[in-house]
C-alpha cells in the first residue's frame, strides 16, 4: 500500500495532486493572490497526469467480485464512481478533501466574529484540496454577490407556481429554466473543444451556486406568504444573504447555522442519489443547471433529502398524539406503532453509515451551545436514546443510529423557520457545492458518459443455473 502511494506521489507533484492520495497529510493552504478559476487552470494539468498514473499503474486491478444480491439491492457497496470532494467512511462518517466535520470547522475561514466555517472556503476546498484565504473566500462572497440575479422570467416563473407546488419542484423547476443562460450550452453549441469543457462549466456552477439563495427566498417567501424579496448585500457572505433573503438576517445564531447548515450538507460522497444523478446526467454533458436540476428531483424523495420535512412531521404528530412532554414509554409506543404501521422511522438508518452521523453530532453540539433548553431539541434527544434499541430489537436496519436529517428541521424551527416543507430547499441550496465541485473536475479530467450494464432476471438466470 505504501509503495503505491509512493509510486503515485512519483508524478504528482503538486500539492492537490497528494492531497489525492492522502489528503490529511499532505493538506495545503491555498497559493495566495490567485482567484479560484485561476487556482484551477494551475491545478488541472498536473491531475490530468495524476488519473493517468493512477489508471496506468491500477487500472487493471479489481475491487473484488460483484454479487447478484448488489444488481437487486440497490447497488449498495458496489465501486462504480470516482468522486473526489469527499469520502465517506461507514463509521468514521464525512470527510471533505480528507478533513473531517471539526477540522473543517476549525481550519476554514470564519466571518467576523463567527466560529462556524464559511460555505464559500468549503467550495474552495471541495474544487481544490486546499484551505483559502480569509480574502479568497471574501473574493467569493463578492462574486457570488455580483452574479445572483435571477432573469426575470424565472423569478416570473416561480412567481406563477401556486403556493400548493411543492417548494422542492418550485426549486427544481427554477433550476432547469437556469439552464437557458448556460455558457456551457452556448459553447458546446459554438463547438468548444473538449479540453476546455470545464472553463464555462465553471462559469455555469458559479451562477447556480450565486443564485439559489434569491431561488430559495423567493420560493420560502411565496409559498408562505412572507412579503417582498430584499435585496443580496455585497459586503455580506453567502449564508448571511440566504438568512437575509429567508426574512431571518438580523439574528446572527441563525447566520451562523446557515454556515454550518450548508458546510456539512454540502456533500456526501457520490452515491447519494442526488450526488450520483447529478454525475450522471452531467455525463451527458447537459449543462450544470439541468444536472443540478436532476439532483434535486432526487433529494426530493423521503428516503434521501425530503427526510429533513419527514422528521418535522413525524414529531409533530407525535407530540399531537401523545402530547408535548411524554414520558419514553410513550414514546417507545409511538416509534413501534410507527414501524408495525409498516413506515421506516425518518431521520435514522442510513445506507452506509454504521455510526451516529457525525452531521448530526455537529448540530447537537450547535444546540447545546445555543439552545439548550428547547424542547424540541430536547425531544429530538429523547428519541436518540429511544430509538436505536429499538431498531435493533426490530432486527431489520442495518444502522439503528440517526442521520443529518434527524436535527436539522428543530434547529430551524427554533429559530423560526417552522414551514417544514422548505426544509428539502434548504438541504438543496448546501448540495449544489458538492455536486458542482464534481461536475467541474468530471469536465476537467473528460470524464465519460455513464453507461454500466443492466441484465434481466432471466439473463441472470441463464448464466449462472447450474453454477456454484
Ligand atoms: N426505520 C424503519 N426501517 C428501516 C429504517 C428506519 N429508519 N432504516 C432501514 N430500515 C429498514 C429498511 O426499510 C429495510 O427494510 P426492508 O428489508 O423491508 O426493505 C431494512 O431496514 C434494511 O435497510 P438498510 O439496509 O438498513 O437500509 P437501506 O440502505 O436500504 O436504506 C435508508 C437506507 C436511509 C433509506 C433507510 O435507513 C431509511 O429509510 N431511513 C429513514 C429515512 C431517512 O432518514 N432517510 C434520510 C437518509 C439521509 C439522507 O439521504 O438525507
Known amino acids: 500500500m505504501a509503495a503505491t502511494a509512493r509510486s503515485v506521489l512519483k508524478v504528482s507533484r503538486t500539492p492537490f495532486a497528494r492531497s489525492l492520495v492522502s489528503s490529511s497529510r499532505f493538506s495545503t493552504t491555498a497559493a495566495k493572490n490567485t482567484n479560484l478559476k485561476e487556482r484551477l487552470a494551475q491545478l488541472i494539468p498536473a491531475e490530468l ?7 496506468a499503474e491500477h487500472g487493471k486491478k479489481s475491487f473484488g467480485p460483484v454479487l447478484v444480491d448488489q444488481l437487486y439491492g440497490g ?18 462518517g464525512i470527510r471533505f478533501r480528507g478533513k473531517t466535520i471539526p477540522e473543517c470547522q476549525a481550519l476554514l475561514p470564519k466571518a467576523p ?16 484540496g486546499e484551505i483559502p484565504t480569509q480574502e479568497q473566500v471574501t473574493e467569493l462572497s463578492k462574486d457570488w ?77 411565496n409559498v408562505f406568504g412572507k412579503g417582498k424579496l430584499p435585496s443580496i448585500d455585497a459586503s455580506k457572505d453567502y449564508s448571511h444573504n440566504l438568512a437575509t433573503l429567508l426574512g431571518f438576517g438580523d439574528n446572527e445564531a441563525f447566520v451562523e447555522l446557515m454556515r454550518l447548515y ?13 450526488a450520483h444523478t447529478g454525475k450522471l446526467v452531467g455525463s451527458a ?21 425530503l427526510a429533513n420535512q419527514e422528521v418535522l412531521l413525524w414529531l409533530r404528530k407525535m407530540q399531537s398524539q401523545i402530547g408535548e412532554n411524554a414520558t419514553d414509554e410513550a414514546v417507545k409506543e409511538y416509534v413501534w406503532a410507527t414501524l408495525k404501521g409498516g413506515q421506516v422511522v425518518p431521520g435514522y438508518g442510513h445506507a452506509v453509515l454504521r455510526k451516529t452521523d457525525p452531521r448530526y453530532t455537529a448540530q447537537r453540539e450547535f444546540a447545546l451551545k445555543h439552545m439548550p433548553d428547547d424542547p424540541l431539541f430536547k425531544l429530538v434527544g429523547q428519541i436518540y436514546n429511544i430509538v436505536p434499541d429499538i431498531l435493533l430489537e426490530a432486527g431489520k436496519a442495518k444502522n439503528p443510529w440517526p442521520n443529518v436529517d434527524a436535527h436539522s428541521g428543530a434547529l430551524l424551527t427554533h ?4 414551514q417544514m416543507q422548505f426544509y428539502t430547499v434548504l438541504f438543496g441550496v448546501s448540495r449544489a457545492f458538492g455536486v458542482a465541485a464534481q461536475l467541474i473536475w468530471d469536465r476537467a479530467l473528460g470524464a465519460p458518459l455513464e453507461r454500466p450494464k443492466s441484465y434481466s432476471t432471466a439473463a441472470i438466470d441463464k448464466m449462472f443455473k447450474g453454477k456454484q
Open 262 to 274: 450548508i458546510t456539512i450538507h454540502s456533500d456526501h460522497e457520490g452515491g447519494n442519489v442526488s
Open 145 to 221: 454577490a455580483a452574479r445572483s440575479a435571477l432573469p426575470e422570467f424565472v423569478e416570473e416563473l416561480l412567481d406563477r407556481c401556486p403556493p400548493t407546488l411543492h417548494p422542492m419542484s418550485q426549486f427544481s423547476l427554477a433550476v432547469t429554466a437556469l439552464n437557458h443562460d448556460s455558457a456551457f450550452a452556448k459553447a458546446y453549441q459554438d463547438g468548444i473543444s473538449k479540453k476546455e469543457y470545464w472553463g464555462p462549466v465553471f462559469e455555469d456552477c458559479m451562477d447556480l451556486i450565486a443564485k439559489l439563495p434569491n431561488i430559495a427566498g423567493r420560493i420560502y417567501r
Open 113 to 128: 466574529g463567527g466560529q462556524e466555517p464559511l460555505p464559500e472556503g468549503l467550495f474552495w476546498l471541495l474544487v481544490t
Open 75 to 92: 447497488m449498495r457497496g458496489l465501486p462504480a464512481l470516482i468522486w473526489d470532494g469527499s469520502v465517506l467512511d461507514a463509521e468514521e
Open 415 to 418: 429559530y423560526g423557520l417552522t
Open 285 to 305: 454533458l447537459s449543462d450544470p443547471f439541468l444536472a443540478f436540476a436532476a439532483s434535486l428531483n432526487g433529494l426530493a424523495g423521503p428516503l434521501h433529502g
Open 49 to 55: 497526469e495524476n488519473v493517468k498514473a493512477v489508471r
